[in-house]
């Protein structure tokens, strides 16, 4: 993916502005939101970072403030450290009780997924051991944890030595296999050997997510023809001028008998969806810090208009939820 050379503001909106207009789009916002990818440790840490007199003081203060009357229905949280950031359990145990969800979470479906992928920094793939992977293995049995990543190949940083991200990638897919955990992969300029290992080690009926999809529509058309329950993951970066890829698969996709196998999602806090600033004329020129699960609106319209005709947003996240019900559950 390029990189967007435009000159942009320095200037920070007000946290009000966080909480996004209303949809103009009735039927867009009667579509129940399900963010299946989501980082929320990170995107608390960053608003807590570019806000320091904000309102918020919790991740739970977070989720209810900023989600609210925004038809938030479920959210999948991603741990993809290493070593495991112990906070998981904390959040997960959180929203063990629908009791809990209700006073916790304002009533939003709390999940997780927990893997290890190696782009995150430096160290990271070499630091996958056994006690990485003994954590990784506990969470699976948590009642919240519907599956197993992001874990996969990252080429373009090249963070960890390939050959080590791929032992290591191999080494995690097993286990999610032999547990029968659906997949969150991250794959980035290793479209080769993304391909390669997941069809060496991954059953073709296996429940797949491939997160944040930007390379080549080829690539993606080989794993969804071999993989009859993957799905390709879109997030704001559709909507930027930097990236045709995720466009064009859309377009693809949308146009196949079964329609397109996408889920939606905000990688939060990354990638806040270009199309949403004509929603806030307001904060002209400059830019807000973090994306979040309420944004998802704005990622289905977009995503509509690549799809083309009788897509609408509303569709799109329609069939986007129910292809969430079919990977984790949610």
Known sequence: ?????????????????????????????????????????????????????????????????????????????????????????ELA??????EDREQKWGGIDYWFVMGELSDRALHDAKSYNDAVEASILEAMAHP??????????DYHYDNSPRAIQQEVFIRQLNHAVRLGKPLTIHTREAEADTERILMEHVPADHKIHIHCFTD????????????????????????????????????????????????LETDAPFMVPSNLYNSIPEIKGSRLPLCHTAMIPWVAEYTAGKAGHPWSGADIMKRANENAKIVYGV
């Not at 145990?93 to 629908?98: I, M, Y």
């Not at 919240?144 to 190949?153: D, H, K, N, Q, T």
Request: aromatic residues 10%; hydrophobic residues 40%; positive net charge.
């Open 1 to 89: 993916m390029g990189k967007n050379n435009k000159k942009k503001s320095n200037i920070i909106p007000a946290e009000a502005f966080l909480r996004l207009p209303p949809l103009a789009d009735a039927s867009l916002a009667d579509q129940p939101i399900i963010d299946t990818h989501t980082h929320l440790v990170s995107t608390f840490s960053t608003y807590r970072n570019k806000y320091r007199n904000g309102t918020l003081y919790t991740i739970h203060d977070f989720v209810r403030e900023m989600y609210r009357n925004r038809n938030v229905r479920a959210i999948v949280d991603v741990w993809c450290e290493a070593p495991v950031l112990m906070a998981w359990r």
């Open 93 to 98: 145990d959180s929203a063990l009780t629908a």
């Open 144 to 153: 919240r944890c519907v599956g197993w990543g992001e874990m996969g190949l």
């Open 216 to 263: 080549s529509p080829e690539f993606a058309q080989r794993l969804l023809h071999h993989f009859r329950n993957l799905y390709i993951g879109i997030t704001g970066v559709i909507t930027y001028s930097t990236n045709l890829n995720t466009s064009n698969i859309v377009n693809q996709m949308a146009k196949s008998d079964g329609g397109p196998r996408i889920l």
